[in-house]
């Protein structure tokens, strides 16, 4: 597709629970980032890959959040022993490194739900 | 923690009437991008500012950048119901890292 791909579009889990979030960047795009969203602010950023390697992962909460992207493409988020607190929307987004404007292309996010 | 302050949190408009909102930072920014989310929808690009006191105009929408570029501002005119959303600035920063405002939610009455 044209735009930044992500699946599942929702997912319950329950507490303590394993749980993968999955992004396809816009095809050609370096640089991709993950935020999460929880209701009523703003993007809160999480991690930023430049190809392969996680460039800045300064904003991950905490050792149970980890994320990969092995071929430089597709992008996994993990976030393992799941609380209550993890409940948000997890925006991916990507752009062309280099590009005049540092424009992010996000995607439609994957709603998590921790019971 | 987000660096930019956002006000108004809310914004109610009558279909018609002009707004602004701002952006506001104690620290000078480096750059500030907009961004438009419709509700249940995801954040869209809508302009950049890089320049102390940069002024850019998307139809009836301008953009500014103050001059000690610690600030910013949204003006919309005649507003019309398709500029429902929630409008947030972010700070751009090294890698093309943005840290968001809370953002501005804007309601209008038809």
Redesign the interface.
Known sequence: GAGVSQTPSNKVTEKGKYVELRCDPISGHT?L?W?RQSL??????LI?F?GTGA??DSGLPNDRFFAVRPEGSVSTLKIQRTERGDSAVY?CAS?I?GAS?????????SRLTVL | GQQVMQIPQYQHVQEGEDFTTYCNSSTTLSNIQWYKQRPGGHPVFLIQLVKSGEVKKQKRLTFQFGEAKKNSSLHITATQTTDVGTYFCAEGGSWGKLQFGAGTQVVVTP
Do not use: M, N, V
């Open positions: 640089a980032y935020y009523g602010q703003g993007p809160e950023f930023y430049q460039a800045d925006l752009r490194q404007t540092g424009e992010l292309f996000f995607g439609e996010g």
